[in-house]
């Protein structure tokens, strides 16, 4: 089980809840979960998602394990330049 917390936009497609705890083995799992259970996620999945595990960010690293009882910020991507 790890902690989840969405970040910003992220907690909106959740009806405002931020915080939830998954039980996932990696991200891949995590993201599948989060989509199952919140369906409006799955955009912000497709367009980039940036992962912070106990405060390492993991960018498009679907496979890294995440470690019982992690604390995790799922964050959009920022966009423009």
Same mark, same amino acid.
Do not use: C, H, N
């Given at each position: 089980?790890?902690?989840? *917390? #969405? &970040? /910003?936009?992220?907690?909106?497609?959740?009806?405002?809840?931020?915080?939830h +705890? *998954?039980?996932?083995? +990696? *991200?891949?799992?995590?993201?599948?979960? #989060?989509a199952?259970?919140? !369906?409006? *996620?799955?955009?912000w %999945? +497709?367009?980039?998602?940036?992962?912070?595990?106990? =405060? $390492? %960010?993991?960018? +498009? $690293? &679907?496979?890294?394990?995440? !470690? !019982?009882?992690?604390?995790?910020?799922? #964050? !959009?991507? #920022?966009? /423009? =330049?």
């Open positions: 089980m790890v902690e989840v *917390i #969405l &970040w /910003g936009s992220l907690s909106a497609v959740a009806g405002g809840k931020a915080k +705890d *998954i039980e996932a083995k +990696d *991200i891949r799992e995590l993201f599948r979960k #989060l199952e259970q919140y !369906p409006g *996620i799955e955009p %999945i +497709d367009r980039g998602i940036a992962v912070a595990i106990d =405060g $390492t %960010i993991y960018r +498009d $690293t &679907w496979s890294k394990e995440l !470690p !019982p009882g992690a604390e995790i910020f799922l #964050l !959009p991507r #920022l966009a /423009g =330049g």
